[in-house]
């Protein structure tokens, strides 16, 4: 069975120098307009989490949630955390750095799904 959060090697190493700059971060992924459908990170004592949110899984130690109502769009995918280089959401941390996470996705089959 595939995991159903996964993130690049280079996406690891990019979140382990934000931790030596920030201390402990904290993902989310909301869904809503403008930057929503991008994964955002922030400085773990810099955002709450809300009882709409679900925890999907960790990326070098850092808590990466989902809103529940992109839960239920995404729950049959496999979610691929990278990164690139250009300006994401003015809020994340990785912007000041002239990066980005991406999020890519694979459809998981019947046999490797996780409702």
Known sequence: MNPQLVVTEEARNFVQMLKSKHGQLIFHLSGGCCDGSTPMCYQESDFLIGSSDRKLGEIEGCSFYIHVNQYEYWKNSQLIIDI????????????????????????LSHDENRP
Do not use: D, P, T, Y
């Open 84 to 107: 690139s280089n250009g300006r994401g959401g003015v809020f994340s941390l990785e912007s000041a750095e002239g990066k980005r996470f991406m999020l890519q996705s694979n459809i």
